[in-house]
């Protein structure tokens, strides 16, 4: 076998295998994102609390739902 081809091989497998993990890690992230959200409605009203605000339910809804779409 040629040199040239054993390294060619080696690349193609390195960049097919950084391609499958990068999906790999995204699903599981995704997964994980949504069991486990970063900020939930508690988090929410504290720091609502701590600007000095006293939110509604519709505001909470609201954030939650705004927060949604980026995850």
Do not use: C, W
């Amino acid at each position: 076998m040629n040199p040239v081809h054993d390294i060619l091989l080696v690349l193609a497998g390195l960049i097919i295998g950084a391609i499958i993990g990068f999906f790999i890690a995204r699903t599981v992230m995704k997964k994980y994102l949504k069991k486990n959200p970063p900020i939930n409605e508690a988090m929410i009203k504290d720091l609502m609390a701590q600007m000095g605000r006293k939110p509604n339910q519709k505001q909470i809804n609201q954030m939650m739902k705004s927060m949604s779409k980026y995850m």
